[in-house]
């Protein structure tokens, strides 16, 4: 039975990939800082799907966290899915610079380490998979949020580049706006979004190892944001920006 391992796995996109993976027959471990919410969905993903599940309490945000995750991957995982985030009402000016820390930590070092320790274990089997949760914000610039998921889908292009060729997979993947809890958390109004604007975090996971399957080193979510996606790369990059006020996830 392969083995995934989900960050953030107890509400929104990382929920939907343990949803979607319990399904197709992995075992789960999943992380997030909740102690009691996480014990509590890996008891109703155990029950639901018959799968095991274990539950790895963790802050990401701290070198503890972070080396905890990282001994588990160590032992070997066939999926990695790097999906916990937090996002920021207010820009980076009016952000206490120790919480724009806190983000990079997240963002950018726990991906990096967690993919890294992931990776040598996937080449000695010659399979295996990451999935690394950007946002279409990685292609309008807004502030640290929309440069740290710049930062995943660049580095994943280039572990990619690096071990396609011994049969693993690592994709950024780039949704829009999800129905979560992301943007309550984070204090943003949304209520002006038309109704067309949201995908359902069951649509991501499935869209997300469709494209992985097929190989694809970015995945965007949907029609609609293939074309924002498509546009803020062509469009010059002041012209973009304005699109920045704008937050994806």
């Known amino acids: 039975m392969p083995t995934a391992l989900i960050t953030g796995a107890t509400a929104g996109i990382g929920a939907a990939f343990a949803r979607r993976l319990a399904a197709d027959g992995f075992s789960l471990v999943l992380v997030a800082r909740d102690e009691e919410r996480l014990a509590a969905s890996a008891e109703a993903l155990h029950k639901r799907y018959g799968v095991p599940v274990e539950p790895l309490c963790a802050d990401l945000t701290t070198e503890e966290g972070t080396a905890a995750a990282e001994e588990r991957l160590r032992s070997g995982i066939d999926l990695l899915v790097n999906n916990a985030g937090f996002g920021h009402h207010g820009g980076f000016l009016d952000t206490p610079v ?116 097929r190989g694809a080193w970015v995945s965007v979510p949907s029609a609609r944001y293939k074309a924002v996606a498509a546009l803020a790369r062509l469009l010059p990059l002041n012209l973009v920006g304005r699109l920045a006020r704008l937050r994806y996830r």
């Open 98 to 213: 120790e919480e724009e820390v806190r983000m990079l930590r997240l963002h950018c070092e726990a991906v990096l380490r967690l993919t890294r320790a992931a990776l040598p274990y996937m080449i000695s089997k010659g399979r295996g998979g990451v999935i690394n949760v950007a946002s279409v914000a990685a292609f309008l610039p807004g502030g640290t949020y929309s440069a740290t998921k710049s930062w995943v889908v660049s580095y994943s292009a280039s572990a990619a580049n690096m071990v396609n060729k011994h049969g693993v997979r690592v994709m950024a993947l780039c949704p829009g706006f999800v129905r979560t809890e992301f943007h309550d958390r984070a204090k943003l109004d949304m209520s002006g979004l038309p109704p067309f604007a949201w995908l359902s975090a069951d649509r991501v996971a499935a869209d997300a190892m469709r494209d992985l399957a």
